[in-house]
Every structure is written in C-alpha cells, then in structure tokens.
C-alpha cells in the first residue's frame, strides 16, 4: 500500500527481567495526526525509542517499514536522514544560544565546517515565518516563553525536512492557548503532507486533532481506532487504556464545609530580581474547614507565585499583606515557620522541587517532619519505617519496599509520596500545586480520592490546576487568576469551563 | 518505560536467593570498598616481604594518615552536601601557624593555644560559608580563593620561616601513646577488649528492635559471623599495636571523630538535612530546611577540622612551616571520591571517607617502603582515584 508512510510489525523489547512491550503494532497513514495512548508506564515513549533509533536494530525484534523501505536505524542521526524526527517532552533546547543556533545545532550550515551565518539566519527566519513565530533568530531561547520553545522545536524538525514529526506530550507545559497554537500548526502541516504521531495525555486534543490512534496497554497494542469511523471520544479512548470502563473521573464526595480557616488579604508580591514588577496585585481569599477551593489561570497568571509567597516567602520580594489562619494573624518568616503552623506545599515541579530521587522513599517521607520521628536531634530510624511503610499502604505507592529509591517510580507514585509527606507534617491547609499533572488516568483517581479524603477529615484545601475539567470535577470554588490578580470567584454551581476561561482572560480594570 | 506490573517483577527479580547475596547485593559499593582496600594491603604486604603490616609500621601508617583522615571527614560533609573545599591545606597551614606563634613565640599554655586555634578555624570556616551559603558564591571558587589567601597569610605570619620546637605536651598530641607502665601494654589490649563487648552489645541491641518491629534482618549464622569477624579484626589491631608502643593519642582522637560523625550523619536531623541538601537543594529547602543555615555550619566545622589538622601536622613536624599543609586538600578530596561520594553531592559516608584515606595512606606507605620515587607515587594515585570513581560509575549505569 502506498499510503502508509511507516508500519511497525510485531515490536517486542526486552530490558533485562522485564519485557517492556511485546508484539506491538503501528501503522500510520501518510498526511494523518496518529495519536498513540496510553497509560504512563504503557510503553509508548520506548516505542518511539525504537522507531527513531535510540535503542539501535537489534536490540529488539520486529520490523520497521518506513515509506516502503525496511529500516535498520543503529542511532538517531539515520532515522532523522529519513526524516523522521522526534521532539520529546523534556525540550532539547540550549537556553543560552540563540534561536537559529539552536535550530541547526548538529545539522550546522556551513562550508569546511565554518558556519555561513547569512544562510543560517535566512533559513531561519523562513522557518519561524512557517511556524508562525515572530521572533528575531538571534533572540536567545531563555528569553522566550515555553510556549515559544515548542515553536523553535518544531521549526527545528522542519529544518531537517521532516516526513514524520513524533511529539512526545507536546502541550504538557503550554498554557490553553499555546497549545491551542500549536495544535492548529501540527493541522497546518497536515495539510501539507506531513504525517505525524502524538503522544498526549490530554484527551480533548487527541478528540480535536487526530484523525486516528493506537492504543497501548502494558506493553501491548490493544486497538487502532478511525477517529471519525469508529466514532471515538473521551470516554471510549479512557476504556481502552485502562481496559475497563471509568464511569466517573472524579470520585463522588459530599462536601462537609465549616468555618472559614485560611485569610488571605491584600497579598502583593514583586519579582525577586526585577523589584518593581508585581507578580501578585493585592490578592485575598479564603479557605473553609472542608473545602477544596481552585484556583484557575493560565500559565503565568501568577498561580505558584501567589502560592509560594504565602508558604513561607519562598518566592518573591517585598511581600505585603496578612494571612489570618483560625481567626488570629499569621506570619510566615520562613517555610519552616510555615510548617510548624500547619501548612503543606505540594509543588508543581514534582522531580525538581518535591522529591530527593537519591533518597530511598522513606526518607522523602519523613523530610518534611523529622521532628516526629526523633528524639532530642535522633532520629529513631524504627519508628521511621513504621510510619513509611504505614503510608505505602494508605496511599497504596506501588513499591514492594519504602527502601526503594524515590527515583525508580513512576509518576503516580512518586506523587503518592509527596503527599504521604505532606499528610505526614500533619498540615490544615495544603496547597496542591497541579497535582495530577502527568499523571496517566488511573492514578489521577486514586489522587482524586486522596484530596477529597483529606478534605473530608476538615482540612483546607487550595488546588491550583490548569486543566479545567479538573477543577469543575473535583473544587467547591474556584478562584480565577490573570496576570497576578484575582479576576473572577465561580461557586461549583456557576461553574463551567466557559466562564472560567472568560475570567481567566480577563483583564483587571486599574482605577 | 515499563508497566507497574513490569516493575514489580523486575523488582522481584532483584530479590535475593541467599542472605550472603543479600549482603553482598546490598552493600556491594561499601564492600568492594574493603575489598579494594584488603586487595592492596594484601598486595603491599607481599611486595614488601611483610613489612607492611609490621607493628611499627602500623603505627607509622596511623600517626602518618591522621591529619588527612581528620580532613576527609570534614570533606565528605561538605561534598555531601554539593561543594567542595580547595582551601583546607593552607587553613591547616595557618592554624599551624598560629598555634607556633602562640606557643613559641607567646608562650601560651598548650590548651590555651588549642582552643585559640580551632576558634580560629571555625572564624575561617565561617568567613568561607558566608560567601558560599548566602552569597551564593561557588564554592570553588571561594575555597580556591581561601587556598591562596591562608597560604598568602600563612608566609606573613611566619615571615617566611619556620618556627620549632613546640612544647613536648603539644607534640605529645601527636606523637605521643596512651599512657600504660606495662611492657605488654595491657591497657591497649584492654580496650579492645572493652570495645568489643561495646560493639557486640549495640548490635545485639539494635538487631532485637528490628526484630521486635518485624524488619528484616540478617540470618542468625550471618550475624554471628560478622559478629566473630568484627571483634577478631578488632582484637587483631590491638594486639597489633600493643606490640609495639600501645595505642597512638591520635588513633584516640580520630577514633571519637569517626564515631561522632558517622552517627550524626546517619542517625539525626542534622545529618539527615546534609543529605537532603546535596540530593535536592530546592526540595530540602521546601520541605523546611534551613538550607543556607545548614550550608554555613558545614563550613564552620570544616573549618575547624582543618585547624585539628594543622595541628596535627605542625604537632608531628614539631614545627610550623609555610609548606605545610601542601596538597593536603587533593589528598582528602580523593579519598572521599575514593570513599564512594557522589560529585554531584548527596552520596557519601563517614567511614567511605576513611576506607578511601586508608586506600590512599596504604598506598603512599606501600610504595615508599618498595623505595619507588614521588615522581611514580602520584601518578600512580591519579591512576589509582581515576579508576575507583570509573568503577562506581560503572556499576551504577549497570544497576539503572
């Protein structure tokens, strides 16, 4: 057939003692958007791995038929001579050269290996023309937002003359719009010929762009669906990923609401190094006993700012305002302080700024309160066990020991213990900063019903989230943030991802 | 990436057949530690006709390792927690120096000029800490500074000269035995004696609370045998050195440091924020650690290990010299490399340091008794720290 651009035919891997997928399946017609889903763990980025060569030929068996011809890739730099390219989801950009540098690094313009920088440029600023980014290619790439990088990527792979794009999570970090951009580029190209696969977890995208997709579970190829013919949405890609049906996304919780235990007022924060920018514009809000209250906004709205400054400052300068926490005035000198009065932060970069991956997991579990666990400075390493392996089994972390590195788990459970940390510290108010963010479907459940579980024993909950079915799903109330202010205060029953989407683009009236 | 049920089996996979797998898996990083260490004892010993593990040569070996061992304590901390110190050779030199101004020159009491000098390295130490800790100056390049400042200071204060002799107290610090009036030197028998009956005692203790709190723990018949190994190895080095003069001041010394430092390292919040820092600084800090705190302290007691140190040193010289102290900080920054730290910070232990010290020691002892020049000694030890941090290097990439 000739209108297939790759087929990939009984795909096995092995790593040692594990077979990471088996006998799997993958055809992708010529000028279509080919979803591939699957559960985090499924096997769908070793899948990729394969095609574009990171694990050579014959390190796995099968065959890869590329626009008719068997291929036998030993490394990246063959599969991307063919033209198929890769952008994973953890960007490969130099933050310190310039865009058009970054665009042809390894793939240099040049004459006896001295590069002609008149050619660079010009292709380059053909290239973000084509990608639609309006940015001069000197511009360095720490100077551009996320969501421009993406761009610079893209525009990277079209420089290699692309025949397949592979994008792994493309919209994991973009804000609605961005991914919005992107996702109308990807149709762009579509219509120009370009075949691509794309790896997402976020299903309404797959419903918008794709014109079909694979589905793959532990490892194996479950079904190839025709987006149109089968007539596929949400809730049937969900089916086939978790192999049974999830009825609800969001555990069922009555909510049981008491007095108001968190204040806010007045909070303005500026920039830590730029100290006349205002990140946070005089904010207040407040949290009852019981409730899960959301906060909603695009991305620099200024979210994780307004949560770091009040954990403790430890984000921004010259901080001003009051928090008042059970009726009384609070300060918060420090995160420590902070701590010791009750409060908890689950971080948004969960590698980065929440776990020690070193660390075994009883150790990031204890971090946050080693107080409770010693006596006079020592710690009682018993005692210590005993209460990690209690919140393995509470939180049910798939691990068969607390003394397995924090780094060897997947993304479900590694959120698991970060919150077994924080439910550890014992906290009444915890702020939850994207907790579910690239975590696969199964899991975000099980973190669902640890919130409300949480909520229900009368603690406080802030959940700061950019997917907005989550917040309708899960919050009593939602605040609404743009550009460092509060712009909107939706009830649950108000709420709907069009109002929430009104406010957050909403700009505040200055008088 | 694998299915959690694809890790679960490869987690089970890893389970071991036999205890003594067990043991080995486990630790394997610590004991081909011992392992390389027995191997070049074991090595030497041959090669020098078994003049290696004479008596007086042990003896030699303890009093000549002690200043670097006591540095590679204080190293490990700091590259636990993800800096390094360029700076302690010449701390020690200057705090030898000191020390012999107030000694000789002032005639200060012994003790007097002790404390007066570790005061000394903890104002050094402290000054180095501010930069690092809240200006956030890289450590290497502060340290580096450090190294030619007090080696700059060091040649002020002597003048350029040495100053000699210390009092006999002073030198006794060093070069001096635990007192014992008998000829068989009962009382460094005795200690091992006592020491031993401590040993078995906490670890019979600790193995009953993992039992009663129905933790896993080592068969029976491997615990006696490590039991039996422990105080046999133990009584051995008694023995060993009670032959000779009896126990050195200094082994005293460094025994108590080793000791208090391992357990604060492994067993109180304070070493256990050391490593949080080093693994992820940000995520310590979030999870309420004083990190900048912290980061200074560990250079306060740096500092004041450099200064034991230099005492040490200038104690054993009988002098204080503006050489001093020269390439000090290599040798206790390999032997905490060699000692299993990580250079990216948060890996690393106490008595990694010292095996790692005692590789370097043994070797330098070793080679010196086969009458090879310096020249063959230090490119030897290059090769040496090279190929143990390849090793690890390896065998990680295997186990991930």
């Not at chain 2, 090669?47 to 000549?64: H, K, R, V």
């Not at chain 2, 540095?71 to 010449?90: E, P, R």
């Not at chain 2, 102290?325 to 990216?344: H, K, P, R, V, W």
Request: charged share 20%; hydrophobic share 45%; glycine share 10%.
């Amino acid at each position: 057939m000739t209108d297939v651009i790759l087929e990939m035919r009984g795909i096995t891997k092995e790593f040692p003692g594990v077979k990471a997928l088996s006998n799997v399946n993958l055809q992708v017609k010529k000028g279509e958007i080919h979803a591939l889903c699957g559960e985090n763990g499924a096997g769908k980025s070793t899948l990729m791995k394969v095609l574009s060569g990171v694990y050579p030929h014959g390190s796995y068996t099968g065959d890869i038929l590329f626009d008719g011809n068997v291929c036998e890739f030993k490394n990246i730099r063959q599969s991307e001579e063919r033209g198929i390219v890769i952008i994973h989801q953890e960007l490969a950009l130099i933050p310190y050269l310039s865009i058009a540098e970054n665009i042809f690094l390894g793939n240099e313009i040049s004459k006896n290996g001295v590069i002609d920088w008149n050619e660079t440029m010009m292709r380059t600023k053909e290239l973000l023309q084509k990608v639609g980014l309006k940015e001069s290619p000197q511009t360095k790439v720490e100077d551009i937002g996320v969501g421009k990088q993406q761009l610079v990527e893209i525009a990277k792979a079209l420089a290699k003359d692309v025949k397949l794009l592979i994008l792994d999570e493309p919209t994991a970090s973009l804000n609605e719009n961005d991914s919005k951009n992107l996702l109308n580029l990807l149709l762009e190209f579509k219509g120009y010929g370009m075949s691509a696969i794309m790896i997402s977890h976020k299903l309404n995208e797959i419903e918008r762009v794709a014109d079909s997709m694979t589905i793959i579970r532990d490892g194996q190829s479950i079904e190839t669906l025709d987006m149109k013919k089968d007539n596929v949405n949400q809730d049937r890609i969900i089916k086939g990923m978790v192999g049974r049906d999830l009825t609800n996304r969001y555990p069922e919780r009555t909510p049981k609401i008491g007095e108001t235990i968190f204040e806010v007022e007045n909070w303005t924060v500026y920039h830590p190094t730029h100290a006349d920018r205002k990140m946070i514009d005089n904010v207040s809000l407040h949290i009852r006993r019981g409730e899960i209250v959301g906060v909603a906004g695009l991305m620099g709205a200024g979210r994780t700012e307004l949560a770091m400054s009040v954990f403790g400052k430890s984000y921004g300068k010259k901080i001003s305002g009051r928090i008042v926490k059970n009726g009384q005035e609070v300060q918060f000198p420090n995160v420590t302080s902070a701590i010791k009065q009750g409060m908890a932060y689950v971080s948004e970069d969960r590698k980065g700024n929440g776990l020690i991956l070193m660390d075994d997991i009883k150790q990031n579990i204890t971090l946050a309160s080693l107080d409770k666990i010693s006596k006079r400075a020592v710690i009682d390493e018993n005692k210590e066990m005993i209460e990690a392996e209690n919140y393995r089994k509470k939180l049910r972390i798939k691990t068969p020991s607390v003394l397995q590195k924090a780094g060897n788990l997947s993304g479900g459970n590694q959120q698991k213990i970060v919150l077994s940390k924080w439910i550890f510290s014992e906290p009444d108010i915890l702020i939850l900063d994207e907790p579910t963010r690239g975590i696969d479907v199964g899991a975000k459940y099980e973190i669902y019903s640890i919130i409300n579980e949480l909520a229900a024993e009368g603690k406080g909950i802030l959940l700061i989230s950019s997917e907005l079915p989550e917040l309708l799903g899960m919050c009593d109330r939602v605040y609404v943030m743009n550009e460092g202010s509060i712009t909107g205060e939706v009830t649950r029953e108000e709420a709907n991802q069009e109002t929430l989407m009104m406010y957050m683009t909403k700009r505040k009236v200055r008088g | 990436m694998q299915s959690h049920a694809q890790k679960e089996r490869n987690y089970s996979s890893l389970q071991p057949k036999s205890p003594i797998k067990e043991l080995l898996k486990n630790n394997m990083r610590q004991y081909s530690m011992i392992f390389a260490l027995i191997v070049i004892m074991m090595l030497f010993q041959v090669l020098t006709s078994g003049l290696l593990l004479q008596p007086l040569n042990i003896t030699n070996l303890i009093l000549q390792n002690s200043y670097i061992l006591i540095l590679a304590i204080g190293m490990m901390l700091v590259i636990i927690t993800g800096h390094i110190d360029l700076s302690v050779g010449s701390i020690a030199a200057f705090v030898g120096a000191i020390s012999a101004i107030l000694m000789v020159n002032y005639e200060m009491s012994t003790f007097g000029a002790v404390v007066v000098s570790l005061l000394v390295g903890a104002l050094i130490g402290a000054w180095q800490g501010f930069w690092v800790a809240y200006v956030k100056i890289p450590a290497f390049i502060v340290t580096l500074a450090g190294m030619l400042l007090f080696r700059g200071l060091t040649m002020i204060v002597l003048e350029g000269k040495s100053i000699a002799p210390f009092p006999e107290t002073f030198q006794k610090m060093s070069s001096g035995f635990i007192p014992d009036g008998s000829a068989a030197n009962v009382v460094t028998l005795l200690i091992g004696a006592v020491l031993s009956v401590a040993l078995v005692i906490s670890q019979v203790k600790a193995r009953r609370t993992q039992m009663k709190f129905d933790f896993d723990v080592q068969s029976k018949g491997l615990f006696l045998l490590k039991m039996i190994g422990m105080v046999v190895l133990l009584n051995v080095f008694t023995y060993v050195l009670a032959s000779y003069e009896g126990i050195p001041n200094v082994l005293i010394l460094l025994g108590i440091l080793i000791i208090v430092y391992t357990y604060v390292m492994r067993k109180t919040k304070a070493g256990r924020h050391i490593y949080a820092i080093g693994g992820n600084e940000k995520a310590a800090q979030l999870s309420g650690i004083k990190t900048k705190q912290m980061t200074f302290w560990v250079f306060v007691n740096m500092g004041v290990l450099s200064a034991l140190s230099g005492l040490i040193f200038a104690a054993r010289l009988n002098a204080a010299t503006p050489k001093a102290g020269n390439l000090f900080e290599l040798d206790a920054i390999a032997a905490c490399f060699i000692g299993g730290a990580s250079a990216y910070g948060g890996i690393g232990t106490v008595p990694g340091a010292i095996i790692g010290g005692l590789v370097m020691g043994i070797m330098n002892n070793g080679m010196s008794l086969l009458g090879l020049g310096i020249d063959w000694q230090q490119g030897i030890k290059g090769l040496v720290l090279l190929a143990a941090v390849a090793f690890d290097i390896y065998n990680k990439n295997k186990a991930g």
